[in-house]
């Protein structure tokens, strides 16, 4: 009942330089990028470039959502429709990635989706139209969505002896775009006089991204030039999570995951100015919890890589999202930084589910294919969240109620951890 360490006889069986099963065409060595140590330091720092750019269209947007607002127009409906925007693209996109992976090179995608990327951002603010706005955020969310996939990938593909650490690195890079970008949005459109310089500058970070990936890009195009009508030719059994109970679980603890995220995301400041707190205290306490998040992003996945056994990490976890629920239930303001905390414990279920994607896999496709089921079901789970949180909490007028659902979705969660840390790989079952 427990995982091997680290990365053993499981991970060996598909080294870097092996091609993934059931992919057909799919380059993945990376003796095609010039040789392991200058193709593997260049794809990490090509993920790095990503993984900074992985939040910031949405926390800078979260950021000016009122100034956006009045200067479109937009009304109550419609500001709906762009904060539930990510979760969808992240769910429809997501589960496109691995269909374009067996076309094209993960440098090649990658490429495209960070330029995507930045020309979505630059659309969405060269207009006064409500719909080419959201027409423009749902491109670069598409670009965004195709990048959560394939990183997971790179991870298995290029390091994976370190799958935890390089997890938990770009985790943490993920972790500080996202809070960067909350926090620098709005003093970046005071001083360029308008919100929408204040969004259009995160274009930018993407269009560095794009960088690292074009010589990948064009060295893996000649890799493919040069494989053999076998190799380029071959076929082997598709792998379908959605067929298989690891897949399903895998999705569903990362969709309550991110249910409860979202959801602490966007009403803990609520719940702490309910409780007596002043709003700017209340702000300062939610990004107290998000600056904790940063060093527990990189130490959860590093964690994940060297036990032998993820239960009792994972039930840790649960039992620290137990605990802040329960305290902000019942002594909201006298403990808040204890809580607060907990909190930042407790959402580390997220850099930990993404390195288990790459444990959960043996091979690139399966790794992919792992990933795109997880995050495109998980995030239409978890899209679910700050609605029904809000919507409790409108009817109830308190926090009893609302606080009592994330438990049971986080007894959900706790029980498909039990059975997503039970090891066993993908290729085996789908």
């Avoid at 095609?32 to 090509?46: C, N």
């Avoid at 479109?72 to 419609?78: K, V």
């Avoid at 998980?378 to 700050?386: R, V």
Wanted: charged content about 10%.
């Amino acid at each position: 009942m427990t995982p091997p360490p680290t990365a053993t006889a499981d991970q060996t069986r598909a080294p870097a330089d092996a091609p993934p099963a059931g992919s057909g065409p799919v380059p993945t060595r990376p003796a095609d990028t010039a040789g392991p140590l200058a193709g593997g330091a260049l794809v990490l720092v090509g993920m790095l470039l990503v993984a900074l750019n992985l939040r910031v269209a949405i926390t800078s947007l979260g950021a000016l959502l009122d100034e956006v607002r009045d200067g479109l127009g937009l009304s109550g409906a419609m500001a709906g429709v762009v904060t539930t925007l990510p979760t969808l693209a992240f769910a429809v996109f997501g589960a496109l990635t691995p269909r374009l992976i067996r076309r094209y090179t993960p440098a090649r995608v990658l490429l495209v989706a960070m330029f995507v990327l930045a020309a979505g951002q630059l659309v969405r603010v060269g207009t006064d139209s409500a719909a080419v706005f959201l027409a423009g955020s749902a491109l670069a969310l598409g670009g965004i969505a195709v990048a959560n996939v394939l990183l997971p990938m790179l991870v298995k593909q290029y390091f994976p002896n370190r799958i935890g650490l390089i997890t938990g690195v770009y985790s943490m890079t993920l972790t500080v775009g996202a809070a960067t970008a909350a926090a620098a949005a709005v003093p970046v459109a005071h001083v360029l006089g308008s919100w929408q310089a204040g969004l259009a500058v995160w274009a930018g970070l993407a269009a560095v991204a794009v960088l690292p990936w074009v010589p990948l890009a064009l060295r893996t195009r000649g890799a493919r030039r040069a494989a053999t009508p076998t190799e380029a030719g071959a076929t082997r059994r598709r792998i379908r999570p959605g067929r298989t109970r690891l897949g399903w679980a895998m999705a569903v603890y990362f969709g309550t995951q991110s249910l409860g995220a979202y959801a602490i995301m966007g009403w803990l400041a609520q719940i702490f100015r309910d409780a007596g707190y002043r709003p700017q205290d209340a702000g300062l306490l939610l990004a107290l919890g998000t600056a904790l998040g940063v060093p527990i992003a990189l130490v959860m996945p590093t964690l994940a890589g060297r036990l032998r056994s993820l239960r009792p990490l994972m039930l840790t976890l649960s039992a620290a999202m137990a605990l802040a629920y329960l305290g902000m239930a019942l002594a909201p303001h006298g403990g808040a930084l204890l809580w607060v905390v907990l909190l930042a414990i407790g959402q580390s279920a997220f850099p930990l589910i993404l390195a288990v994607i790459g444990l959960r896999a043996r091979t690139a496709e399966g790794t992919v294919a792992l990933s795109a089921f997880t995050q495109s079901t998980g995030y239409l789970i978890g899209g679910l969240g700050p609605l029904l949180v809000g919507i409790l909490y409108e009817a109830t007028a308190g926090w009893t109620v609302p606080i009592g659902f994330l438990l049971a979705a986080l007894a959900v969660q706790t029980c498909l951890g039990m059975v997503v840390a039970r090891p066993r790989h993908i290729e085996d079952e789908g």
